[in-house]
Each structure stands twice: as structure tokens, then as C-alpha cells.
């Protein structure tokens, strides 16, 4: 079993729209979660870290469900260029990270 | 340096040759990490070092992979013996302190023909 899974996509929305992605992770232990925004052949962007108490920057909120063990991002108001590939990361004794294979949004006009 | 840099930026090798990725991490970075990431797939971790300190290799695929970094500055990841299957790109990142998250280098792609 993966230490982290999200679901690949693709997700397809119109501008506009709000979208919500999970992600899983396996290890009860984990201790620090990110999403990272990947731009086709483009290397991760730190997006946001992910704290218990959730937080928001803008359009895009990130909560942390520690007893179900999963992590949420979600976006409102989409726009053209949220499209990308979206990295749920996990990490556990702030050394050993792990990244989800990520999930793919697809913003149309 | 700004950020995190890679060279070189693509890299074709034949099968069986050696090769040595370069990593400049940001500096003061304490924390560096090398992760492998195929085509559609997320990162996969290689190894990961704290300063001059390599303190998890775990995910280094077999022997023919080698990191180092000896100033606890830059670092290269070395691949001996290429095989197509080494075939991805290659990423390094660093960090301050492992919670603040960390700032990716754009990656070197190796192909092996």
C-alpha cells in the first residue's frame, strides 16, 4: 500500500467553479503535510503547508482530518491557470517526506 | 544562490555509462533531498541529507546510485552503470528545517539510450 494516494483525475471544471481534491495517507505518525502545484515538465511549487486547525490563502483552503487521515484541498472560483497537477506531500520526523502521484485539473473556459 | 540549481538541465546517456547530477542547494539550507520522479508519477524519495550528513538512503535504488555531499553544501547524485530504467527526471530540493516545506531546483532529465 502507498504511504499517500489521491485520486489521478483528470478533473475537468469550467471557470469559475469550485473543486475539492483528498488525499490519503497510511502513516498515523505523519507530522507534516504540503500541497505542491506541478506545471507540466515544470518542477513542484510549495503551494501551501496544512495545518490541524486548516487554513486558506486566497481561493485555495487546505484542511487536515487527522483521525480519518486525510488531507483536502479546495479551490473556488477556478481560473484558467489552476490548471496543473496538484501533489499531496506527508511528512513524518520532519526527514522523510512522501508525495502522492498527484491529481490533475483541467480548468476550461 | 535565489534558488535551487540543477545542471545539467538534460542529460541523454548510453546504457552503461556513468553519470553525475549536480545539486546547488539555496544557501544555508540545512536539509537536502533527491527524489526521482518518473513520467505521471509523483516523486519518489531517494535520499536525503542534513548538512554533510547522509542520514537516509533508503530509497536509493540499488548500488549503482551514490550521493554525496561533502561540504554540506552542494551535492551530486551519482549513477553508475546507467540502465534504461534509471530513465526519469531527477530532482533535488532543499529546506531551512524540514516543516517549513522546501524549494525544489527545476530537475535534470536523464534519458539512457
Known amino acids: 500500500r502507498k504511504e499517500v494516494e489521491q485520486d489521478p483525475g483528470p478533473f475537468n471544471v469550467p471557470e469559475g467553479a469550485t473543486v475539492a481534491f483528498n488525499c490519503t495517507y497510511s502513516?498515523?505518525?505523519?507530522?507534516?503535510f504540503f500541497w505542491y502545484r506541478q506545471d507540466c515538465r515544470k518542477e513542484p511549487k510549495l503551494l501551501m503547508s496544512?495545518?490541524?486547525s486548516g487554513n486558506e490563502d486566497g481561493r485555495f483552503t487546505a484542511q487536515l482530518n487527522r483521525a480519518s487521515q486525510y488531507i483536502s484541498l479546495l479551490i473556488r472560483d477556478s481560473k484558467l491557470s489552476d490548471s496543473a497537477t496538484y501533489l499531496c506531500?506527508?511528512?513524518?520526523?520532519?526527514?522523510?517526506?512522501?508525495f502522492g502521484s498527484g491529481t490533475k485539473l483541467n480548468v476550461k473556459p | 544562490g535565489a534558488g535551487v540549481s540543477q545542471s545539467p538541465r538534460y542529460k541523454v546517456a548510453k546504457r552503461g555509462q556513468d553519470v553525475a547530477l549536480r545539486c546547488d542547494p539555496i544557501?544555508?539550507?540545512?536539509?537536502l533531498f533527491w527524489y526521482q520522479q518518473a513520467l505521471g508519477q509523483g516523486p519518489e524519495f531517494l535520499t536525503y541529507?542534513?548538512?554533510?550528513?547522509?542520514?537516509?538512503k533508503s530509497g536509493l535504488p540499488s548500488d549503482r546510485f551514490f550521493a554525496e555531499r561533502p561540504e554540506g553544501s552542494v551535492s551530486t547524485l551519482k549513477i553508475q552503470r546507467t540502465q534504461q530504467e534509471d530513465s526519469a527526471v531527477y530532482l533535488c530540493?532543499?529546506?531551512?528545517?524540514?516543516?517549513?516545506?522546501?524549494?525544489f531546483g527545476s530537475g535534470t532529465r536523464l534519458t539512457v539510450v
Open positions: 530540493a532543499s529546506s531551512l528545517a524540514g516543516d517549513y516545506g522546501y524549494t
Open positions: 502513516n498515523s505518525a505523519s507530522q507534516s
Open positions: 496544512v495545518y490541524s
Open positions: 506531500v506527508v511528512g513524518y520526523n520532519f526527514n522523510k517526506f512522501y
Open positions: 544557501s544555508g539550507h540545512v536539509s
Open positions: 541529507f542534513q548538512n554533510e550528513a547522509q542520514l537516509d
